[in-house]
């Protein structure tokens, strides 16, 4: 996949994963309190009922049996999604001979009600989307960080597409919904995997485990998305509950097979790669355990009421929704992976976006409220859903804007500091002076990138490069990648932060080597793409110097060699009429 239509598609995936998050927040389903456990009859159902629920209320009972065949499918749909937000429901109720039906209005979603640590579970999907967020708008460029995105974005949309936490009104985009949750599932758990694959030196047991995986992500999606909605439909509660085993028992077991990838795979990753993608993935790895318990509690929920471990597994994902977040911060920082004033940055753009996208929805929510006053609540969600996708795709548009006013505001020296190092790299090719070129590109990294030194190691044809020999390993890897690398993660002679190669026609030139910065934050996203394409400007320019050089001295020596063959051609001249001077005196 090319990288415009890479970021073309990530940008896409954004726009939903954060319009499906906004919807939830304000349009989150309640539900009644009532759960389908296990069948006692080919269309008899047992329920259990949450005490103190709008189902409890109406007089329903844990240990009632539903028929399931009275209900219609769109009904039917409604009782295993659980989330219904206000809609009324109608259970059919076999008492003896009798079917009584029992109808019960869906209680509304109240966030309020949350206990602090379930709201902080909530704020850590929107922590995850906003790293999804950070990384997708600074380094799309990158396919790495391009993964590590997309992960983030189908992570954080699968939790919002579970048919237990959204409400849609409209059944067939309900299940459109639900396939997309197992799509989404999928996705994150393959992505992962392939992230890692890219750094690790695959063995037997990483391969098979892999496999696997791939496997029951393959069932999980062909269970959930097609088996299970089928036999909804058709009223056959014998096939949906064990196509909801079976389908449960993959993904948790997925889930759990990719944390132990990433833990396995590690030992097989480079030294110098090791220690950046355990940071990056084993916060994920835990947090994959985490949601690899939910899905076993389905299996238990067809056996057992709901007890004690269901609250102990609430509580263990609620607590790594809030510590994953934490430790994927903790790793951006500590591990230089952005730097803290990139982050601000980053974090103040959010925010402002974040206004001025809840500041539209609301101003829009209240003119539609009176322009739908008298339409059906199921009109009123389709059309503040539509609302919501229009704002989510509008999110890179507003997002340019607001980068701007905020990079001028609030980063103007920095801002200044990179157009510096630019500025030089397009002028570069202008300057005749090699000495004049380096002294002057130093002088520029260190004043306006802040660097605590800038140093050039130039090539001298004899493989050597400055002091450094040219099979140092930095040297290799600058040779062989043509990319910059961080030189704390290479065992080299040459010291420094960053060292950036001085490339042209496939040929390395030279290597600029900068040290830390003055502030000792990491060099950001953007200032090593600058450094970067001062390099490169640099490497160029070098070549047609060099090119130039080589030019005149092949001029010079031809001039010296035509002098040479004019200064024989006379002396040998000068031996002739010397020769017949003297035959004439004789």
Not at 79 to 84: E, G, K, L, T
Not at 118 to 135: Q, S
Not at 245 to 256: D, H, K, N, P, Q
Not at 560 to 573: F, G, V, W
């Amino acid at each position: 996949m090319s990288a415009p239509l890479g970021r073309i598609l990530l940008g896409a995936l954004l726009a939903i994963a954060v319009a499906g998050y906004v919807y939830i927040l304000v349009m989150n389903g309640g539900g009644t309190g009532v759960g389908l456990v296990a069948p006692v009859g080919r269309h008899l159902v047992r329920i259990t009922v949450d005490e103190g629920s709008a189902g409890y209320e109406a007089g329903l009972r844990s240990g009632d049996v539903i028929d399931i065949a009275a209900a219609s499918p769109v009904l039917r749909w409604r009782y295993v999604s659980r989330s219904n937000g206000g809609a009324h429901l109608a259970f059919y109720v076999a008492r003896g001979t009798q079917i009584r039906e029992v109808n019960v209005t869906a209680r509304a979603y109240n966030l309020a009600a949350d206990t602090p640590l379930e709201k902080l579970g909530i704020a850590g999907f929107g922590w995850l989307l906003f790293f999804a967020v950070l990384i997708a708008t600074r380094r799309s460029d990158n396919q790495d960080a391009r993964i590590i995105a997309a992960l983030l974005a189908f992570w954080t949309l699968g939790g919002t597409l579970y048919r237990g936490n959204v409400w849609i009104p409209w059944v067939p985009l309900s299940i459109v919904a639900d396939v997309a949750n197992k799509l989404a599932n999928t996705a994150a758990v393959v992505l992962l995997l392939y992230f890692v694959r890219r750094y690790m030196t695959p063995s037997r047991l990483s391969t098979a485990i892999a496999w696997v995986v791939y496997a029951l992500c393959a069932l999980h999606i062909v269970l959930g998305g097609i088996v299970e909605v089928a036999a909804i439909l058709a009223g056959n509660w014998a096939v949906f509950t064990f196509a909801l085993r079976i389908e449960a028992s993959c993904i948790s077991v997925a889930l759990l097979l990719a944390a132990a990838f990433v833990v396995v795979s590690l030992r097989s990753v480079p030294r110098s790669d090791r220690s950046l993608l355990a940071w990056l993935t084993v916060p994920l790895a835990w947090l994959y355990v985490a949601y690899g318990i939910l899905p076993a509690r389905i299996l238990l929920d067809q056996f057992f009421p709901p007890g004690a471990y269901a609250h102990a597994s609430d509580l263990a994902y609620d607590v790594l929704m809030v510590i994953v977040p934490l430790s994927l911060t903790y790793a951006l920082f500590s591990r230089r992976v952005l730097d803290i004033a990139f982050v601000l940055n980053r974090a103040a753009i959010f925010s402002i976006v974040s206004l001025v996208i809840v500041g539209i929805f609301v101003l829009a929510e209240w003119l539609i409220s009176g322009w739908m006053a008298n339409a059906s609540r199921s009109a009123n969600v389709i059309v503040l859903g539509v609302l919501a996708l229009l704002l989510g795709l509008g999110i890179r548009f507003v997002h340019r804007r607001v980068e701007g006013v905020v990079d001028q505001l609030l980063f103007r020296k920095r801002r200044e500091g990179i157009d510096a190092i630019r500025r030089l790299a397009l002028e570069a090719p202008y300057i005749s002076d090699r000495d004049v070129l380096l002294s002057r590109a130093s002088r520029v990294v260190e004043e306006f990138g802040g660097a605590t030194f800038a140093r050039f190691l130039i090539d001298d044809g004899l493989e050597r490069y400055g002091d450094v020999g040219a099979d140092d390993p930095a040297l290799v890897s600058l040779r062989a990648r043509h990319e910059p690398i961080d030189l704390q993660g290479v065992e080299t002679v040459v010291s420094g932060e960053r060292a950036y190669p001085m490339a042209a026609r496939g040929r390395l030139l030279g290597v600029l080597v900068v040290g830390p910065k003055r502030s000792g934050e990491a060099y950001a996203p953007d200032e090593d793409r600058a450094l970067t394409q001062l390099a490169q400007s640099l490497g160029g320019a070098l070549d047609v110097l060099s090119s130039k050089a080589s030019s005149e001295r092949s001029e010079i020596m031809e001039r010296l060699d035509t002098i040479a063959r004019m200064l024989s051609s006379l002396c040998a001249l000068r031996e002739g009429t010397d020769e017949s001077v003297a035959i004439e005196e004789r």
